[in-house]
Structures are given as C-alpha cells and as structure tokens.
Nanobody, 121 residues
C-alpha cells in the first residue's frame, strides 16, 4: 500500500502557473500507476492526468497542452506542472496510486487528502 501527501496548491491568476507535488511512501511506489484527479464542489471527481510505470502519460482533453505530469522514482514523488491556468481549473486536486492501471477513471486504491487550487480571472 502507498501513502500519499499532496502539496503545492494555492491561488493563481488566470494564465498563471502552479506546480503540485505528491510525496509517496511505501515500497510499492515505483510499481504503481499514478494519477492526478480534481473535484470541484458539487461536481464529480474527474481524471486530469495519469502516468504509468514506464513514464507513459494520458491527459484529459481539458488540460492537454497546459498540464504536464511527471514522476521521480528516486524521490518517490509525483508532479503536476500546471500552466495557462483558467478559472475552471479551480478544484481540490488529489493524487492517486494503484498497481492496476485505471487511466483516468477514479478507481485507484490509494488517495491523498488533496490540495486546493484556486484560479481567479
């Protein structure tokens, strides 16, 4: 099992950037499929970006070209670089991990507590 802790959220203006980090503990990190999800009040949790154990990535259409997911297995850390932020990116961002690849489906076994991102126009 993997324990996850997100950081790096905060406030940004439209067009700005933020970088989220997710520190993982547990010896299964390097074998885990990882993902970033977000959830706004009153809305369902949605997949933002995922990365497999070989570095292969997938993105939601709404963030393609703006967000980049990456991982550093030596540091047991997952990242999400968010550029050209829009007000509609405002949400709680959560990282997730599992030994099964769920791609952008919110079915991962392990979840962090989340970090809030707020984008103002």
């Amino acid at each position: 099992q993997v324990q996850l802790a997100e950081s790096g959220g905060g406030s940004a203006q439209s067009g700005g950037s933020l970088r989220l980090s997710c520190a993982a503990s547990g010896d299964t990190y390097s074998n885990s499929y990882m993902g970033w999800f977000r959830q706004a009040p009153g809305r369902e949790r949605e997949g933002v970006a995922t990365i497999d154990t070989y570095g292969g990535t997938d993105y939601a259409d709404s963030v393609k070209g703006r967000f980049t997911i990456s991982r550093d297995n030596a540091k047991n850390t997952l990242y999400l670089q968010m550029n050209s932020l829009k007000p509609e990116d405002t949400a709680m961002y959560l990282c997730a991990a599992d030994r099964t690849n769920w791609w952008l489906l919110p079915r991962y076994k392990n979840w962090g507590q989340g970090t809030q991102v707020t984008v103002s126009s």
